[in-house]
């Protein structure tokens, strides 16, 4: 049986994503990204211990898919997101061990919107990252 564990990327904790998430997904585990401190990326790679983005990585991979949930805010994806993914790229460099525990794993990605703005391009950083870490692109859905 595949397990699956979403990252939810919103700012509002009891919004419209989390809303969706409860609503497709009522007994998976949810990471919300507002509840934890992820420092941004730095080419040092260096961080305090106070940040926890590695603690979020050694649980994740322990499922076989990962959905990001991410409300679209300016035709993107949510900021914490977006720091989300600039540290993702951690894993190819300083955490490259901890990064190759993440290969062959499933993403897909979830949207929501006052609107249906997203663009050709909305679900790209998603797909190149996914290519760029080993990971399996499923799909991407706006609701």
Aim: proline share 2%.
């Amino acid at each position: 049986m595949e397990t699956q564990i979403i990252i939810n990327s919103t700012h509002n904790k009891d919004g419209n994503t989390s809303q969706l998430i409860k609503k497709l997904y009522p007994n998976s585990k949810s990471i919300k990204l507002i509840d934890y401190k992820i420092e941004l990326y730095n080419y040092d790679e260096k961080y305090s211990d106070s940040d926890e983005f590695l603690s979020i990585i050694s649980e994740v991979i322990n499922y076989d898919k990962i959905i990001f949930a991410t409300p679209v805010y300016w035709y993107s994806m949510s900021s914490l997101m977006k720091i989300f993914f600039d540290r993702i790229t951690d894993l190819i460099g300083t955490q490259e061990e901890l990064g190759r525990k993440l290969m062959g794993k499933k993403i897909e990605v979830i949207t929501t919107s006052n609107g249906n703005n997203l663009g050709d391009n909305f679900f790209l950083p998603f797909k190149e990252t996914a290519d760029y870490l080993h990971l399996e692109y499923i799909d991407g859905k706006h609701y």
